[in-house]
């Protein structure tokens, strides 16, 4: 094939910064040029040539097209590397669409023939031969629910292929293609032993005696077959039977209905030998009492059992005749006449108490401190007499819109004084507000937030502080030149958060900075699959599904929450790997420069 001379007439060519043997970022057209991707399509091939402007020693010819992300992916002819693939270092090039002498040589050298298709062989080594059954095949005409089969040496016929036939022969395993024919799991049974659970069994005729039956379908005939009579060999049955049969009784009643006579029962029983008939007339009594006397005896219902006095204190009794008298008796004082749903306590103090319990049988239990809006209401915890802690309403006036009656905690003195307040949470916004230093309660063991719990903003006087003492650490050394060359095939983008732009639109706001799946790509590429997340500076998270969790009122405290996974940067670490590239270019760039003064001194 000749060349024309207009094969050359689009004047391409770019810059480029990036560096190393493999694919090349290009950087931008030339003044005066155009861009590859402005003049080539998508999978096009051409002649490239790249010449170095930093490191004039480095060049490069060769046949190339641009991948998804606009690279130069090369394919060298002739180069300074001897042919190979030149290492460039990350300093400025230019790549240019030009003829070379090795891509001239190929188009020239280009035969007519099929023969003398380059590469022609090779592309249709290993691919299927002519035959006569493919043939046979292609020649049936294609239709719905049919299937190809053969007929014959050579010839091929259709056949119906039902929805069931397919579900039949697209069984993967014998358990599948009995499910597609209805079979349960009664066909995969030894005839010799089918085990049967459940359901009922039809169409069978009665189990004969001499096979371990009874030869019958009803009881009487059964018991005919058996020779079995009622009355006889079977008790017939009956109601009052069946009950007491269900009766249950006691080692004590058993042993109670074995004794001879009245006075074995009571003294079985424990009851004394006093005589069972007679008159009690007046009973003796102590403690200061004036006797027991009884009228309309012997006492019955209707009776009357006199205390000729009232029974002391000391006797057990109250030394009163009336309610009031007793509870004055007593000590008791208003509180005793008040229900227990609702005791009403007004002034005073209850002193002396070593636990107080508040609880309700089947739903949620309050405990309830009133004041007035502007006042505080607090539980107070002392040592002694002195306050140590608060904790409750604030005094802040409630002055509309939530605002006010905040919730604290305040801390005391020795003496009893007010030190501060240690924690504050608004009533309106939720904000919480402490007074110290909010620590963990152990060191470099629990995080702030979590991965499906995040922090949106954090506003900060300055910045973290990360440990970075040498006792802490081990096998310090260089940065692995492999992760450092895999860095430069990071990229710097701009982006918008998807739930901003959901949110406010196209007044959501641009960001610039790193996208995870992105930076680890690029390190496995280098360095293989899994090596980004063995550094620190990679994060993968994931979570399990949270169920919604509400209180007795049907407020929720704990929303649903589907299970997920996310990666992120830990963004120190990915500019520590930044400048370290960076470094690298720039000592590139020193070493030119004194290259090239020394060059000119000489």
């Not at 299927?128 to 095949?137: F, V």
């Not at 012997?298 to 009357?304: A, D, K, N, R």
């Not at 309660?441 to 300055?462: E, K, M, P, Q, T």
Request: with cysteine; glycine share 16%; proline share 2%.
């Amino acid at each position: 094939m000749a060349i024309s001379g207009m094969e050359m007439a689009d004047l391409v060519r770019e810059v480029c910064y990036d560096g190393g043997d493999g694919p090349l970022l290009l950087g931008g057209a030339v003044a005066g040029y155009r861009a590859f991707a402005d003049v080539l399509g998508a999978g096009a091939r051409f002649p490239y040539m790249i010449m170095g402007v930093g490191d004039p020693t480095q060049w490069e010819a060769g046949t190339g097209e641009l991948d998804e992300a606009g690279r130069l992916v090369r394919t060298p002819v002739a180069s300074s590397a001897g042919g190979a693939a030149v290492d460039f270092a990350p300093l400025e090039k230019k790549v240019g669409l030009a003829l070379h002498a090795g891509w001239v040589a190929a188009v020239e050298a280009h035969g007519h023939g099929m023969a003398a298709i380059d590469g022609l062989a090779a592309a249709l080594d290993g691919k299927q031969g002519a035959s006569a059954n493919l043939t046979a095949l292609a020649g049936q005409a294609s239709a719905a629910n049919q299937m190809s089969y053969w007929t014959g040496a050579g010839a091929a016929g259709l056949t119906a292929l039902s929805a069931q036939g397919r579900s039949l022969i697209g069984a993967g395993d014998a358990a599948a293609a009995r499910a597609a024919i209805g079979l349960g799991a009664l066909a995969t049974q030894s005839p010799g032993a089918v085990a049967i659970s459940g359901g009922t069994i039809g169409g069978i005729v009665d189990l004969a005696v001499a096979d371990g039956g009874t030869g019958a379908s009803s009881a009487s005939v059964a018991r005919s077959n058996l020779g079995l009579a009622i009355g006889s060999d079977v008790q017939a049955y009956d109601a009052d039977l069946e009950a007491i049969a269900a009766l249950a009784t006691t080692s004590f009643g058993r042993a109670l209905l074995t004794r001879a006579d009245a006075a074995g029962v009571r003294s079985y029983i424990g009851a004394g030998t006093s005589s069972t008939s007679g008159t009690v007339t007046s009973v003796a009594m102590s403690g200061g009492t004036t006797g027991l006397s009884v009228s309309g005896g012997p006492v019955t219902g209707s009776g009357t059992l006199t205390l000729g006095g009232t029974l002391a204190l000391a006797s057990g009794g109250t030394g009163a005749t009336s309610a009031s008298g007793a509870r004055g008796a007593l000590g008791l004082g208003d509180m005793a006449v008040q229900a227990a749903s609702a005791v009403a306590i007004s002034g005073g103090v209850v002193a002396g108490l070593t636990s107080l319990q508040v609880s309700h049988p089947s739903s949620t239990a309050f405990s309830y401190i009133d004041s007035l809006a502007g006042q505080y209401a607090l539980l107070r915890w002392r040592s002694g007499t002195a306050g140590r802690w608060d904790m409750g309403k604030t005094n802040g006036a409630e002055s509309g819109s939530n605002a006010g009656s905040d919730f604290a905690l305040r801390r005391f003195a020795d003496g009893g004084t007010v030190l501060g307040t240690a924690l504050t949470i608004r009533r309106d916004t939720g904000e919480v507000q402490v007074g110290g230093v909010l620590a963990p309660a152990s060191d470099n063991s629990l995080a702030l937030g979590g991965a499906a719990l995040r922090w949106s903003i954090v506003y900060a006087g300055s910045g973290t502080i990360s440990t970075s003492d040498a006792r802490e650490k081990q096998e310090m050394d260089g940065i692995d030149p492999g992760l450092i060359e895999a860095w430069g095939e990071v990229r710097w983008v701009r982006y918008r958060f998807r739930a901003a732009v959901a949110e406010k639109g196209d007044a959501a706001r641009w960001h610039v900075g790193l996208v995870a799946q992105q930076v680890r790509d690029a390190i496995d590429a280098r360095m293989g699959d899994g090596a980004a997340q063995r550094w620190g500076l990679l994060c993968h998270d994931a979570w399990d599904a949270q169920a919604e969790a509400r209180d007795d009122e049907g407020i929720v405290v704990r929303p649903a929450r589907e299970a997920g996974e996310r990666w992120g940067l830990r963004y120190e670490e990915c500019l520590a790997l930044e400048a370290a590239w960076q470094r690298r270019a720039i000592a590139a760039l020193a070493d030119r420069v004194a290259a090239l003064e020394a060059g000119h001194a000489g």
